[in-house]
Each structure stands twice: as structure tokens, then as C-alpha cells.
């Protein structure tokens, strides 16, 4: 079946650091890809997506680009603050519509 | 748009006794779907609705759970009995007819601890 699969954490990071997070997939179609961001306390909040190869999700300086040829979705962020410090979930939809998510990644930026 | 909202927010009681989780999905949204994460198993899918029908229980994990959706504009969990296992952040996020290509939006949780 479908599945996504990314790099697991803790990442540590100070402040202004180049922040990667991996995540491949695997799916028999063409899904859609998203990330999700989980502050503390809260539920899930979408970050970006991609519906089809070569497009690139942006948001809050947060990319990925949704590449067919090496079935990922990596997700960047240039220079990263305190406040993203939070669980950074992969997900896409399967051929049912239902997401699957990868295991999380957390992601801790000290000042 | 006041978003999913779900309740309560922090639940706790004794093994044994009945649970209920309620959400309110965004207006307009056809699909409902209830998760439960914990560390151990991460984020799980347990059930969700299409136009309040129930459409793929199999992520429900015993028949001590159930879900009901009787409108568009709610649905509730329920445990009956409940355990310690079934400690877990609860979920709801509805999505409207666009499923595969829109993004779920999702509820804030429910903390459940079984004691």
C-alpha cells in the first residue's frame, strides 16, 4: 500500500540554521503531498502541499517540491527561529483518499 | 470559519467507564475522518464518513469503539468500556468533496487518559 517514509528526529537547530527535513513516498498513482505542522498542545495544521510532479508548496519560508523522478518531498527552510520548533509530519493521500502520514519529525530550535 | 472544534479538550477517568468524544466539522465539509496518536503508533486513521455515512471502520481497533455521525454537523467517538490503552490524543479533521487534492483540517484533540 501507500506509504511515506521520513528522516526521524529529534533535529536540533540553533536560530538562522538551514533546516531539511527527508521524506519519500511510496504509492501505485499519482498523490497528493502534503506537510502538516503539530505545535504542543495543538492538532495538525497544514504547512504546504504539492498536487502534481514539479510543483513547489511555499509558506511561512517553507518549500518542498514534489519530485516524481525520486518520489520525495523534502522539506526546507532557509533560516529558522524558535517558533517553528515543533513536529513536521509527510503526508499524502492514497488512491482512496486518505492520508498517510509519515512518523513525524521533531524539530527543536534553540537561540 | 471557525474550524473544527472538538470536545472536550482534556478528559480523564477511571478504567471501565464510558467515553465520548464530540466534533463539529468545518460547515460544508463532506468527509469526517477520527484519529488517534500516541508515541507508540503514531498518528492512526480509526474511522471516517462520507455525507455522514460511515465509508472504512477498519482502523477502528475493537468493539468497544464506536462512531456515530447522525448530521452534518456532528459526530462523537465513544468507548464503552474504556482502558488504559485507549490513552491517546483523539483527533477529528474534515475535508470537503475534494478529498484527494485538499487539505484535511483538523481539531484541536481531545486528551484522553484512562486511569
Known amino acids: 500500500g501507500d506509504s511515506v517514509t521520513q528522516m526521524e528526529g529529534p533535529v536540533t537547530l540553533s536560530e538562522e540554521a538551514f533546516l531539511t527535513i527527508n521524506c519519500t513516498y511510496t504509492?501505485?498513482?499519482?498523490?497528493?503531498l502534503f506537510w502538516y505542522v503539530q505545535y504542543p498542545g495543538e492538532g495538525l495544521q497544514l504547512l504546504l502541499k504539492?498536487?502534481?510532479?514539479?510543483d513547489k508548496g511555499s509558506n511561512k519560508g517553507f518549500e518542498a517540491t514534489y519530485r516524481k523522478e525520486t518520489t520525495s518531498f523534502h522539506l526546507e527552510k532557509g533560516s529558522v527561529q524558535v517558533s517553528d520548533s515543533a513536529v513536521y509530519f509527510c503526508?499524502?493521500?492514497?488512491?482512496?483518499?486518505?492520508?498517510?502520514f509519515g512518523a513525524g519529525t521533531q524539530v527543536v530550535v534553540t537561540p | 470559519d471557525a474550524g473544527v472544534i472538538q470536545s472536550p479538550r482534556h478528559e480523564v477517568t477511571e478504567m471501565g467507564q464510558e467515553v465520548t468524544l464530540r466534533c463539529k466539522p468545518i460547515?460544508?465539509?463532506?468527509?469526517l475522518f477520527w484519529y488517534r496518536q500516541t508515541m507508540m503508533r503514531g498518528l492512526e486513521l480509526l474511522i471516517y464518513?462520507?455525507?455522514?455515512?460511515?465509508?472504512?471502520d477498519s482502523g477502528m481497533p475493537e468493539d468497544r469503539f464506536s462512531a456515530k455521525m447522525p448530521n452534518a454537523s456532528f459526530s462523537t467517538l465513544k468507548i464503552q468500556p474504556s482502558e488504559p490503552r485507549d490513552s491517546a490524543v483523539y483527533f477529528c479533521?474534515?475535508?470537503?468533496?475534494?478529498?484527494?487534492?485538499?487539505?484535511?483540517?483538523f481539531g484541536d484533540g481531545t486528551r484522553l487518559s484512562i486511569l
Open positions: 504509492a501505485t498513482g499519482y498523490p497528493s
Open positions: 464518513f462520507n455525507n455522514n455515512v460511515p465509508i472504512d
Open positions: 504539492a498536487t502534481k510532479a514539479d
Open positions: 503526508a499524502l493521500t492514497d488512491s482512496w483518499g486518505k492520508l498517510q
Open positions: 479533521a474534515t475535508v470537503g468533496s475534494d478529498r484527494n487534492n485538499q487539505p484535511q483540517h
Open positions: 460547515s460544508g465539509h463532506d468527509y
